[in-house]
């Protein structure tokens, strides 16, 4: 065996100049259809101006909105080019050739949704010209940056297309609506889920979070009915991974076309996504309709190749991908899968049967002409329209304006269903009347504008209750084939009532809803706390010290409290149970862990917060108040020494008001700074003292009043 393994070795040493030579020329062919010049030469039909304040952000000017869109790639490329690359793999289906077999699933499902096929057969005939160049100039700021950068480039991944850009935005929504749930719930070894029957009533309640992210954001607003000045104000506040391809860059984008918007955008994305110009701010939350609907086909006995519908055998449409997965360098595992359609929509064969999925969006890539319009809308009855649009198939939405009008949208492509039937189940396959082929309009979603409480708030909860209660919208009119979720979150919990409980509220009022940092008593998670209060535990022991230790705290999590570390370890397990639509896990065990956590990593069960809620960047290393669900929200990873890292909640921060005249003034924070995955920047974690401080850096909203400040400047293209 060994003189075998040993000439194994020889002869493979013996290839490896080979091997390499192979890899080389495969990475040259990947690479051939690179041109930098190209690249180079496209940039001179734009002209962009960069001003960077004192933090680095990006305040980008130009003639055109083309030249802007070309200046907001160019800079979010100056400071995190590395994410921006990385996902061009993702747009093209093909993750798993770049970082092997993790990227497969995602791969998959890029194909079988055929995404990239509607793509390209759709993207003349539906996108205007104006949004087809708009989508390119932002394209052809990435590849400029790709051409005068070299060093940072993998040619194989260039050039950037705007049809790429495109697939992206119909991917990614998605994703934030939880479609990827259902379809892993189809590959467990039974079915997750019992087959659906004709019913008196159905009961529509229970969602399921994005696999792997805290799934949560805030938004509020109030008008002139609340403040105590007069004034119109909004927070931002859109909760996401602090880094990496979903996280906030803030950017200003100022056109002579119209276009002047300042907020938070993703990598790849050519509009601002969140914030505000200078008459409107809107914020966005996600939210969780019944979105997807999964059907259990009846084969046909004869032909397993056809599937029953209204009693007659049809063809499952079928056809070859195959996977490439990275073995090493540029060699790859080519791995064949068989992808499914009928007329549900696309199919999947698992070990308990085989399964269609219809889901909102299918097809839909007018995304980008929605978010251009919502960025360019100056008023209540414009922001209306672009939503009217109905591309953009999730999320809630807070509006505040100039004129102090308020509005909040439960927006969602929700399907037209037949009634009776409890949508949460699989549904037969065999009926034609269940295939639904209309979403409700857009008049027909669950929308308010200007209560006369004179506030708003969306935080991913119930959206029968996001204002007084006398002004809410009626449940009742809403039918419950439409599945509008039903959960509260703390954050709604808690938020309500401080509105509710104040009466005209300052600035400073507003601004602390924001930073509160309590876990409301009639919560979920402390309703699960309390529970150890009910336990008998022998005297002295450490489990009845943690229990008096739990007695006293009263739900606060800022920095000095000594029982929010015991608290917050308890109900974050609640707190997963709760976003994937489990019931809470029993607290014994959970209840052991922590005390064991604690004690080994701090020596005593109450160390305070500030010693375990940790701001870590590179050399930064800052205390943190807040936590899970609330306001000033805080998820946490443990690192080895037991202190939790912040990786998710509060990214981008934004802040604007009018006051009763009409004066706009805005405030932002990030959580770490500009320079996202520039460690060699002053820009990589300049903001973190701001952030871990809970304090607004002021912004400015003219270029006369930026070139007041410390400053650069950077024209394109590039002399």
Request: aromatic share 10%; charged share 25%; hydrophobic share 40%.
């Amino acid at each position: 065996m060994k003189t075998l393994l040993r000439r194994f070795w020889i002869g493979l040493l013996a290839l490896a100049p080979i091997l390499v030579l192979l890899n080389l020329a495969l990475f040259a062919l990947r690479a051939a259809t690179w041109h930098p010049n190209a690249a180079i030469a496209e940039a001179k039909h734009y002209e962009v101006e960069i001003i960077r304040d004192e933090y680095g952000a990006p305040h980008i000017y130009g003639k055109r909105d083309v030249d802007v869109a070309f200046g907001l790639s160019y800079a979010h490329a100056e400071d995190d080019f590395k994410t921006m690359q990385q996902m061009i793999p993702f747009y093209r289906g093909q993750l798993a050739r770049e970082i092997g077999l993790d990227g497969a699933p995602i791969d998959f499902l890029v194909h079988w949704l055929d995404v990239r096929r509607q793509v390209g057969e759709n993207y003349e005939r539906v996108l205007s010209p104006q949004i087809r160049a708009h989508l390119k100039a932002y394209a052809d700021g990435l590849n400029y940056y790709a051409a005068m950068h070299p060093m940072e480039v993998d040619p194989r991944l260039f050039p950037i297309t705007p049809q790429d850009l495109t697939v992206g935005f119909s991917l990614q929504h998605l994703l934030f609506y939880g479609f990827e749930s259902h379809v892993t719930k189809l590959f467990a070894d039974s079915p997750q889920i019992e087959l659906a029957s004709v019913q008196d009533s159905a009961s529509l309640t229970r969602h399921i979070g994005a696999a792997g992210l805290p799934v949560g954001s805030n938004a509020f607003a109030i008008n002139g009915n609340k403040s105590s000045d007069g004034a119109t104000r909004i927070m931002i506040n859109s909760h996401q991974p602090l880094t990496g391809p979903v996280a906030w860059y803030e950017a200003h984008v100022k056109s002579d076309e119209g276009w002047d918007m300042h907020g938070g955008v993703f990598p790849g994305m050519p509009f601002i996504a969140k914030g505000f110009n200078p008459d409107i701010g809107y914020g966005v939350t996600v939210n969780k309709p019944d979105l997807v609907d999964v059907y259990r086909l009846k084969l046909n006995p004869e032909n397993n190749d056809e599937y029953i519908l209204d009693g007659t055998p049809r063809p499952l449409e079928s056809r070859r991908h195959w996977l490439k997965i990275k073995l090493f360098g540029n060699f790859y595992l080519p791995v064949p899968r068989t992808l499914l359609r009928t007329a549900h929509g696309p199919a999947l064969e698992t070990a308990h049967g085989t399964y269609a999925l219809r889901f909102a969006g299918m097809g839909e890539i007018r995304q980008p002409v929605q978010w251009m319009a919502m960025n360019k809308a100056r008023n209540l009855e414009q922001f209306k329209k672009a939503m009217s649009m109905q591309a953009i198939v999730s999320f809630n939405f807070i509006y505040a304006d100039r004129s102090g009008d308020i509005y909040f949208l439960h927006n969602g492509r929700i399907p037209k269903r037949a009634a009776g039937w409890d949508w949460q189940k699989y549904l037969p396959g065999d009926r034609s009347d269940l295939i639904w082929d209309e979403q409700i309009s857009f008049s027909e979603m669950p929308q308010l504008s200007n209560p006369s409480s004179g506030y708003l708030l969306s935080t991913n909860q119930d959206p029968f209750r996001v204002t007084a209660a006398n002004d809410n919208l009626p449940r009742e009119n809403y039918p419950p084939e439409l599945g509008l979720q039903t959960r509260m979150t703390n954050r709604a919990d808690r938020g309500l009532t401080m509105f509710a409980e104040a009466e005209r509220m300052s600035e400073a009022d507003f601004i602390a809803v924001k930073w509160d940092k309590f876990y409301d008593p009639k919560s979920r998670a402390m309703e699960y706390v309390r529970r150890i209060g009910d336990m008998e535990f022998e005297a002295g022991s450490l489990h009845a010290k943690g229990q008096a230790i739990l007695a006293a705290w009263n739900g606060d999590t800022a920095r000095d409290n000594r029982q929010a570390a015991l608290g917050v370890c308890l109900l974050s397990e609640e707190w997963k149970a709760e976003q994937a639509g489990r019931p809470a896990p029993d607290i014994t065990p959970v209840y052991n862990t922590c005390l064991e956590e604690l004690m080994s990593s701090f020596g005593r069960l109450d160390p305070k917060w500030r010693e375990r809620n940790r701001l870590l960047r590179g050399k930064t290393d800052l205390p943190l108040g807040g936590g899970p669900d609330v306001l000033r929200a805080i998820y946490g990873l443990p690192e080895k020494d037991g202190r939790l890292k912040a990786v998710a909640g509060d990214g981008l921060v934004v802040y604007t008001t009018w006051d009763k005249n009409g004066k706009q003034s805005a405030g932002m924070v990030h959580n770490f700074g500009a320079a996202s995955s520039r460690p060699a920047s002053p820009h990589y974690d300049d903001q973190a003292p701001l952030y871990a401080a809970e304090q607004f850096r002021p912004v400015a909203l003219t270029r006369g009043d930026l070139l007041k400040t410390r400053h650069s400047v950077t024209r394109l293209p590039l002399d």
